[in-house]
């Protein structure tokens, strides 16, 4: 069983006004578990990310090796750097 990081980061998540453009990868990788109104709707919603220092859409951050949990509109960051993608 592998160590989860602890906490780092308590994150709100938002509403946003429209949907905020997700990468092809994170949609690809929640293609089989989440589908119809529930991925519409994270599609919607946001979080201001400590890692990236930007706005992402929730399907990013849900991808994401940081993600740890949601739980009543606010999610669990480990906080960790990002490998780089070179």
């Known amino acids: 069983m592998s160590e989860i990081a602890e906490d780092k980061y308590s994150v709100?998540?938002?509403e946003?006004?429209?949907?905020?453009?997700?990468?092809?990868?994170?949609?690809e990788a929640i293609k089989g578990a989440v589908k119809g109104?529930?991925?519409?709707?994270m599609k919607k919603e946001?979080?201001?990310c400590p890692v990236k220092a930007?706005?992402?859409?929730?399907v990013e951050c849900f991808t994401c090796?940081?993600?740890?949990r949601r739980v009543r509109g606010k999610v669990g960051c480990a906080g960790l750097p990002l490998p780089s993608s070179s």
Do not use: G, H, T, Y
């Open 65 to 68: 090796p940081n993600f740890n």
């Open 54 to 58: 930007k706005r992402v859409s929730f």
């Open 46 to 48: 946001a979080v201001d």
């Open 16 to 27: 946003a006004p429209k949907a905020i453009p997700a990468s092809k990868e994170s949609l």
């Open 12 to 14: 709100d998540v938002v």
């Open 37 to 41: 109104k529930a991925l519409a709707k």
